[in-house]
């Protein structure tokens, strides 16, 4: 069964850092997601993104952060000059006409 | 912004106990979907619904979508330890080309057995 693939599972980063991670949601998805869940609450939306572009974001998606999709199978969140805040579990999703599917998640740890 | 209240915060069963937990919004959505997500793992689709008044079933689960598209809930029934987790709805808006899934708070379930 089709399943949209993280990487790396777990990162660790200094404060201030610059970190990539990386997603490769299903095939035939056209839609790809970006969510945060900060330990114990809920899982928070980011940025949506839809034929090349975002195509709608989140007030927690400012400047510090983008996406891209570098080529047709990866779709990546970038999270500059990170914060003590920014740790969480980042889970990638993708969609075709009706359900979301979530990926793994990468555990992003900020020391 | 569109908020999620989704009750009980948690719930602690016996094995076999049969289990309800429900969201409301004051928005509407176009699907309302349910999720499990198992602790360090990404939470994983139960069951979709898809039109106002579904009712729909995944084995022991079963899911409806509300009348005036503003809620659903989620039984389990015959509960047995592997259901323990958290359990989350979320809502599901489409607007233009954009799409986005608004996610309650979550129940945690806990099951003895």
């Known amino acids: 069964e089709p399943e949209v693939t993280q990487t790396p599972s777990h990162q660790v980063t200094q404060m201030g850092q610059e970190v990539i991670l990386r997603c490769v949601p299903i095939?035939?998805?056209?839609?790809f997601y970006w969510y945060r869940q900060i330990l114990g609450q809920k899982v928070e939306f980011l940025v949506s993104?839809?034929?090349?572009?975002?195509?709608?974001k989140s007030e927690i998606f400012d400047d510090q952060f983008s996406v891209e999709r570098p080529d047709g199978s990866n779709f990546t969140l970038k999270i500059r000059s990170t914060k003590l805040e920014d740790s969480a579990m980042y889970f990638c999703?993708?969609?075709?006409?009706?359900?979301?599917?979530f990926g793994p998640g990468t555990r992003l740890t900020v020391t | 912004g569109q908020q999620l209240n989704q009750s009980p915060q948690s719930m602690f069963i016996q094995e076999g106990e049969d289990v309800s937990m429900n969201c409301t919004s004051s928005?509407?959505?176009?699907?309302w979907l349910w999720y499990k997500q198992e602790p360090g793992e990404g939470p994983v689709l139960l069951i979709a619904?898809?039109?106002?008044?579904e009712l729909t079933s995944n084995g022991r689960l079963t899911a409806q979508f509300g009348i005036t598209r503003k809620d659903s809930f989620l039984n389990i029934s015959a509960s047995i330890p592997s259901d323990v987790g958290i359990y989350f709805c979320?809502?599901?808006?489409?607007?233009?080309?954009?799409?986005?899934?608004?996610f309650g708070k979550g129940t945690k379930l806990t099951v003895n057995p």
């Open positions: 999703a993708s969609s075709g006409p009706r359900e979301q599917y």
């Open positions: 993104f839809y034929n090349n572009e975002i195509s709608e």
């Open positions: 979320a809502g599901r808006l489409t607007q233009g080309g954009s799409e986005k899934l608004v």
């Open positions: 095939s035939n998805h056209l839609y």
């Open positions: 928005s509407i959505f176009n699907t």
């Open positions: 619904l898809y039109k106002a008044g």
